[in-house]
T-cell receptor
Framework: DQQVKQNSPSLSVQEGRISILNCDYTNSMFDYFLWYKKYPAEGPTFLISISSIKDKNEDGRFTVFLNKSAKHLSLHIVPSQPGDSAVYFCAARYGGATNKLIFGTGTLLAVQP | GAVVSQHPSWVICKSGTSVKIECRSLDFQATTMFWYRQFPKQSLMLMATSNEGSKATYEQGVEKDKFLINHASLTLSTLTVTSAHPEDSSFYIC??????????????FGPGTRLTVT
């Protein structure tokens, strides 16, 4: 049972344009959502997060939008740069003592120069 | 800040042997460490959660006798793959959260360890 889903395995965008990565979830108990960037053979690096009580969080070129009624979040990167090319994972956190993160399957973003 | 290291970065071992992977938090005290494995082109799957000084909590389907986790100090956790078999070949990643971090819920990840069992 995949509780966090990224339905697009890959995305190709031209440099300077907007990249939109999507993520859907099923569990209403998640209290935080996080986006991580990952290069091959490396650990994920944290990009941006959003609390379940917010609908938008912005940090520089990265903005995350949360639609709780649709159980959907998205990461916008604008303008996209070739260095943004990587696999992007969304993750959802269970609240409480466990602090477990459930990861989506990832989306490979390729930014073309 | 918030650097997590793993050692070794890659290891090749023969079937039936045991392999130990170390995960260290270098500049903060990790009250909780997590161990994940990732198969090619798949998501990170949580294997277990360990709190310093207590037994690890394993996810459903993960054999605790095969994947031994020790979190003996606030800066070190180890994962030992016992009697490794080729199907244990994978990319193992640890993460840590703990004291002094700006975001209490955030996990910082190590660079991962590529295990190949021949």
């Amino acid at each position: 049972d995949q509780q966090v889903k990224q339905n697009s395995p890959s995305l190709s965008v031209q440099e300077g344009r907007i990249s939109i990565l999507n993520c859907d979830y099923t569990n209403s108990m998640f209290d935080y959502f996080l986006w991580y960037k990952k290069y091959p053979a490396e650990g994920p690096t944290f990009l941006i997060s959003i609390s379940s009580i917010k609908d938008k969080n912005e940090d520089g070129r990265f903005t995350v939008f949360l639609n709780k009624s649709a159980k959907h979040l998205s990461l916008h990167i604008v303008p996209s740069q070739p260095g943004d090319s990587a696999v992007y994972f969304c993750a959802a956190r269970y609240g409480g003592a466990t602090n477990k993160l459930i990861f989506g399957t990832g989306t490979l973003l390729a930014v073309q120069p | 800040g918030a650097v997590v290291s793993q050692h070794p970065s890659w290891v090749i071992c023969k079937s039936g042997t045991s392999v130990k992977i170390e995960c260290r938090s270098l500049d903060f005290q990790a009250t909780t460490m997590f161990w994940y494995r990732q198969f090619p082109k798949q998501s990170l799957m949580l294997m277990a959660t360990s709190n310093e000084g207590s037994k690890a909590t394993y996810e459903q389907g993960v054999e605790k006798d095969k994947f031994l986790i020790n979190h003996a100090s606030l800066t070190l956790s180890t994962l030992t793959v016992t009697s490794a078999h080729p199907e244990d070949s994978s990319f193992y990643i640890c993460s840590a959260r703990g004291l002094g971090l700006a975001l209490s819920y955030e996990q910082y990840f190590g660079p991962g360890t590529r295990l190949t069992v021949t």
